[in-house]
């Protein structure tokens, strides 16, 4: 399952626990059964309560399990992104180099050209 529809998944059941509370009979304080682990009719309030703590536990549970989850992807992400950095880095420097050396290359045929030229017009005053 994909994160986000974890989060959904997570949101909707909390969502029918909210709905549940408000929805409760107060008089019998017995919850609306809409809720798997909540008592049937006839329970008493303290089977409720735990009814409760139970449902209200597994979605503490699947949250923190969910944030694990991201973590770890997260960490995933963090890994391959300074890989990506490290590789990027590399190809810069390289492509630097060969910039650098194609560029005195270029300054040293200048220099070169330059002489040359100023051979030419000695001999040529000459």
């Known amino acids: 399952m994909d994160i ?3 989060i959904s998944e997570l949101k909707n059941r909390l969502a029918a626990l909210e ?3 408000r929805s409760d009979d107060t008089a019998s304080g017995r919850p609306n059964v809409l809720y798997e682990h ?3 009719e006839g329970s008493t309030p303290e089977e409720g309560v735990i009814a ?4 209200i536990a597994e979605v503490r549970a699947d949250v923190a399990d969910l944030h ?3 973590g770890q992807d997260f960490a995933v992400l963090r890994d391959e992104l300074a890989g990506l950095r490290r590789q990027r880095n590399e ?3 390289s492509a630097r180099s060969k910039i650098l050396g194609t560029c005195e290359a270029l300054r040293r045929d200048m220099i070169a050209l330059g002489g040359r030229l ?4 000695e001999k040529r005053r000459a």
Request: charged residues 20%.
């Open 4 to 6: 986000e529809a974890a």
């Open 38 to 40: 909540f008592p049937a």
């Open 19 to 21: 709905a549940i509370m």
């Open 52 to 55: 409760w703590e139970v449902a």
């Open 118 to 121: 100023d051979r030419l017009l």
């Open 68 to 70: 694990m989850r991201v």
């Open 91 to 93: 190809q810069f420097a």
